[in-house]
């Protein structure tokens, strides 16, 4: 009967101390995309603009919803500075691009957003950390 051989508890210490090594090695690592705010707690009717900032210098970007338990939908994309189009759910969203690193979304519905950068339309390649909005001051997110 094989068993597995598992390393000798010694090196424990040493397998971490030679990760920390590597991950201190590898620099300062820049986020390609950034949104930001990462949390949003308003009032009801109150617009929030969300920030979509990409260093990739892509030509493709793309502001998504995602309601509970549903899946992604594209509420409006842009392939270049001063163009934009509507995607699945445009109503009652707002977009500009007045160059390539930024994709500005104005809302006002409750929901977790995404943005996302592409070098061609499709596949996405690079997505954001998401922002959830939450509209009424019953609902509270703590990070």
Known sequence: MLRPVL???AWGPRLLCCFTLCLLGAGHMEA???QNPR?????TGEKVTLRCHQTYNYDYMYWYRQDPGQGLQLIHY???VNNTEKGEVPNGYKVSRSNTEDFPLTLEDSAVYLCASSLATAPVSHVGLGTQLTFGIESFHFE
């Open 78 to 80: 842009s392939y270049t």
């Open 32 to 34: 390609g995309i950034t």
């Open 7 to 9: 390393p000798d508890p």
């Open 39 to 43: 949390h949003v707690i308003t009032e």
